[in-house]
């Protein structure tokens, strides 16, 4: 990614953008939503962004179903090439839920790790808002599986700038929550705040308003004192940000989410640099 200056007010040693640009807009590939779902032949991509919403919880339900005993967090990357897929048991659910279709292994490219993450996930999630994802390979697991019945998920690897936080984003491609990623990205945010959250233009309001950003900022201030770990906040949301641009998602609330609390942040930092 790019190298970014320095801002005077940051130590020395951090370099930090003072604003996180947006990539220009580009539309998910068509050919990667049938390759994944050939029945959405003919559903307009927003029409299925839409019903995924409705399916989120589900989704995460069948998610939160694979057993743990069988799903290791990561796996060696030298063992990728022979594992092509993992078989996994569902442990029983009250509720109906939807299958995962398959397992990212994912890694840095320029990284010397030697074990990938491992991230069960909806192909068609993926698919219908990442503009450059690559086409995934179709999943022949049933959609809405019994209690009983174990599923065997392709494992692909991807590398993706920063695999350790690419929760907050996979969990927002489900639930579109932007309280859900604002707290993911700013700790100890007021619940009397982020209860306010409930449309997209609440949250630009709150972008456009000098006063509740300097009172956010102090609020972050005091829950994360220190420059070094009000560093480590920054460092997330831009490790976050990366994630997002890697994979060409151009999601309005997303990227106005991210805005809001790098501008948090960031007004946390100058704060706490000025009160030294």
């Known amino acids: 990614m790019a190298s970014f200056p320095a801002q005077p007010s940051y130590p020395s040693n951090v370099q930090l953008p003072r604003t996180l640009q947006r990539p220009p807009y580009a539309e998910v590939p068509r050919q990667n939503v049938l390759a994944v779902a050939p029945e959405l032949a003919d559903v307009a991509i927003e029409y299925v962004r839409r019903g995924l919403r409705v399916q989120a919880n589900q989704m995460l339900a069948g998610v939160s179903a694979l057993s743990p005993s069988h799903l290791p967090p990561t796996i060696p990357r030298a063992q990728l090439p022979q594992t092509t897929s993992l078989t996994i048991p569902l442990r029983p659910a009250q509720h109906p839920i939807s299958s995962p279709t398959h397992i990212l292994a994912l890694s840095r490219s320029s990284s010397h790790d030697n074990s ?53 984003l996979h969990t927002f491609l489900y639930t579109h929550s932007v309280p859900t990623l604002l707290s993911a990205l700013l700790p100890a945010m007021p619940s009397s705040f982020v209860s306010t959250l409930t449309s997209h233009q609440s949250l630009r309001g709150t972008l456009a308003s000098g006063p509740a950003l300097h009172s956010l900022s102090t609020h972050l201030l005091s829950s994360a004192p220190g420059l070094g770990a009000l560093t480590g906040v920054a460092q997330k949301i831009a490790a976050v940000w990366r994630n997002a641009v890697a994979l060409g998602v151009h999601d309005p609330e997303l990227w106005d989410c991210l805005d809001l609390a790098w501008e948090v942040v960031l007004g946390a930092m100058n704060l706490g640099a000025g009160a030294h």
């Open 116 to 168: 990938a993450l491992l991230v069960p996930t909806h192909a068609i999630v993926l698919a219908s808002q990442c503009a450059s994802l690559p086409r995934l390979p179709p999943s022949h697991v049933p959609a809405h599986p019994s209690a009983t019945v174990t599923v065997t998920l392709p494992v692909l690897p991807l590398s993706i700038p920063s695999p350790s936080t690419f929760a907050p």
